[in-house]
C-alpha cells in the first residue's frame, strides 16, 4: 500500500462512493470521555456487570486490557483472572497494581448520547446514512463527491471532526461498496484511514483471511479451510459451481464479495425485526453456572434495548451453539406483546435447561415478533416459533466489529 494509504488505480467508471465508519472501542472511549483518568489504563466494560461483582460478560476491552489477555464476550469471572481490578491490588500485596485494570459496567443511556452526536456529523456529511448499530454506519456519499475527488481529505475530515467534536475515534474505509468499505475501515484500526479504489478491490481483498469476507463467519470458515479455501483470494477464484453445490445461493453471495461484486445499495434502516445479543466462550464449556450467567447477562441487555427502541416483544428465544458447530435455537411465543426484562431472564434460563448438560460453545438470547409504540409491527423472519425447534442454520449475521464490541443484530 502506498504511503498515502490509497491503493493505486482510478476508475474512470461512474463508480459509487461507499464510506463505512467503525467507531473505536467505542464502550471503552465512552467511558473515558466521562472520566478521562481511564485513557492509556486498561479498561473493560461488562454487560450484566455490577461494580465490585464477578458476574456478567465483556462487552468491549481496550487495547490495554486486551494486551492482558482479555477477550470480548467472555465471562468477567475469567477477565478477572487475567486482569484484577486496581482497586483489589492496591489492597493485595501478592498483586501487581501496575497488571490491574479498571471495570465499568455498559450504560447504553450515555453510549447512545454520545453516538447521537457522531451521528449528527455523519448525517451532515452524506444525503444517504445507514446506521448499522450504536457504533457503527455506512454513508453513500456519490452524491457530493467522486472518484476524481480527494476522498483521503473528505475520509480525515470525519475523523477529526469527530474527534475534535465529539471527543472519540472513528476508523473509516471508502471503497465502491458497502462490504469493501466495511473491510477497509477495519484494516487499520484504531483510528485507520483506508481507501480502496475500485479497479483494487479484488486485490486488496486477495490476501485477506476468508473469514473477512463479508458474510463468511467462523463456521463457513471451518468449512471453506476444509476445501483448502483459505483466503479471499482463494475464494474468489473457487469453482462456482462448487460453491453453490456446498453452500447453495450464499456461496455464490461470498464468493461475489471475495472478488470485489457488491452492488447492495446504502439505504436507511426501517424498524427491527428481531432484536438480540450473542455471545461466544472462548472455549467450549458444559459448566451450568457460566452458561446460567452469560444468559442472564445477554437476556439484560436484550431487554434493556427493547424497552429503548420502545418495543414490545411476543416471542422469546435462545440460541445455542454446540462443537463442533451445531446451532441450536429454542423459542417461546407469549399470549400477546410485553415488555418485560424478567420474564426475558426467566423464559431464556428455562429454555436453556435443555442444554444443561452440553458443551456450548457460543449463547444468543433474542426477541422477536416485535410491536412499536407507534403501532408498526415488525414482519417476522421465522425464527419464531411456536414449538422448540432445531437446526443446522450456520447463522453469521451477529456482529461483532474488529474491536471485539458486540453489537445487536439479528440471529438470521
Known amino acids: 500500500m502506498?504511503?498515502?494509504?490509497?491503493?493505486?488505480?482510478?476508475?474512470?467508471?461512474?463508480?459509487?462512493?461507499?464510506?463505512?465508519?467503525?467507531?473505536?472501542?467505542?464502550?471503552?472511549?465512552?467511558?473515558?470521555?466521562?472520566?478521562?483518568?481511564?485513557?492509556?489504563?486498561p479498561l473493560v466494560v461488562g454487560m450484566g456487570y455490577e461494580p465490585g461483582e464477578s458476574h456478567g460478560a465483556v462487552a468491549t476491552a481496550?487495547?490495554?486490557?486486551?494486551?492482558?489477555?482479555?477477550?470480548?464476550?467472555?465471562?468477567?469471572?475469567?477477565?478477572?483472572?487475567?486482569?484484577?481490578?486496581?482497586?483489589?491490588?492496591?489492597?493485595?500485596?501478592?498483586?501487581?497494581?501496575?497488571?490491574?485494570?479498571?471495570?465499568?459496567p455498559v450504560d447504553l443511556d450515555y453510549y447512545?448520547?454520545?453516538?447521537?452526536?457522531?451521528?449528527?456529523?455523519?448525517?451532515?456529511?452524506?444525503?444517504?446514512?445507514?446506521?448499522v448499530s450504536i457504533d457503527e454506519a455506512y454513508l453513500d456519499v456519490t452524491d457530493r463527491l467522486s472518484w476524481d475527488s480527494d476522498l483521503r481529505t473528505f475520509g480525515q475530515r470525519l475523523r477529526t471532526r469527530i474527534d475534535e467534536e465529539v471527543g472519540?475515534?472513528?476508523?473509516?474505509?471508502?471503497?465502491?461498496?458497502?462490504?469493501?468499505?466495511k473491510i477497509a475501515s477495519d484494516h487499520d484500526k484504531p483510528d485507520g484511514l483506508v481507501v480502496v479504489e475500485p479497479d483494487d478491490v479484488r486485490e486488496f481483498m486477495a490476501p485477506l483471511a476468508v473469514e473477512e469476507v463479508h458474510g463468511v463467519g467462523p463456521v463457513t470458515a471451518s468449512?471453506?479451510?476444509?476445501?483448502?479455501?483459505?483466503?479471499?483470494?482463494?475464494?474468489?477464484?473457487?469453482?462456482?459451481?462448487?460453491?453453490?453445490?456446498?453452500?447453495?445461493?450464499?456461496?455464490?453471495?461470498?464468493?461475489?464479495?471475495?472478488?470485489?461484486?457488491?452492488?447492495?445499495?446504502?439505504?436507511?434502516k426501517g424498524k427491527p425485526k428481531s432484536l438480540n445479543r450473542e455471545s461466544a466462550f472462548t472455549e467450549a464449556t458444559a459448566d451450568a453456572e457460566q452458561k446460567r450467567e452469560r444468559v442472564t447477562a445477554l437476556a439484560a441487555d436484550v431487554a434493556e434495548r427493547a424497552s429503548r427502541e420502545g418495543a414490545l416483544y411476543q416471542t422469546i428465544g435462545i440460541k445455542v451453539v454446540t462443537p463442533p458447530f451445531d446451532v441450536h435455537t429454542r423459542a417461546r411465543s407469549l399470549p400477546g406483546p410485553v415488555e418485560d426484562a424478567d420474564l426475558v431472564e426467566e423464559v431464556a434460563l428455562d429454555l436453556l435447561k435443555e442444554f444443561a448438560d452440553e458443551r456450548v460453545r457460543k449463547l444468543g438470547v433474542r426477541v422477536s415478533k416485535l410491536q412499536f409504540t407507534d403501532g408498526q409491527q415488525a414482519s417476522l423472519d421465522g425464527f419464531d416459533e411456536t414449538a422448540p425447534t432445531t437446526t443446522d442454520e450456520d447463522s453469521e449475521s451477529t456482529r461483532s466489529d474488529s474491536d471485539g464490541q458486540q453489537s445487536l443484530g439479528d440471529f438470521t
Open 223 to 268: 468449512e471453506f479451510r476444509e476445501m483448502g479455501i483459505e483466503t479471499a483470494g482463494d475464494l474468489a477464484g473457487a469453482d462456482p459451481t462448487e460453491l453453490r453445490e456446498r453452500f447453495g445461493e450464499r456461496g455464490l453471495e461470498v464468493h461475489r464479495y471475495a472478488r470485489g461484486e457488491d452492488d447492495r445499495p446504502v439505504e436507511p
Open 2 to 41: 502506498p504511503r498515502d494509504g490509497t491503493l493505486p488505480g482510478v476508475s474512470d467508471d461512474a463508480e459509487r462512493v461507499v464510506c463505512h465508519v467503525d467507531m473505536d472501542c467505542f464502550y471503552a472511549a465512552c467511558e473515558r470521555l466521562r472520566e478521562p483518568a481511564l485513557r492509556g489504563e
Open 112 to 131: 447512545e448520547s454520545v453516538a447521537a452526536e457522531v451521528k449528527e456529523i455523519l448525517h451532515s456529511e452524506a444525503d444517504t446514512v445507514r446506521e
Open 168 to 181: 472519540v475515534t472513528a476508523s473509516v474505509g471508502i471503497a465502491p461498496s458497502m462490504s469493501a468499505a
Open 62 to 104: 481496550s487495547y490495554e486490557a486486551r494486551e492482558f489477555g482479555v477477550e470480548s464476550a467472555e465471562a468477567i469471572s475469567e477477565a478477572l483472572k487475567v486482569l484484577p481490578r486496581k482497586v483489589e491490588a492496591a489492597k493485595d500485596p501478592d498483586l501487581d497494581v501496575t497488571e490491574a485494570g479498571f471495570y465499568r
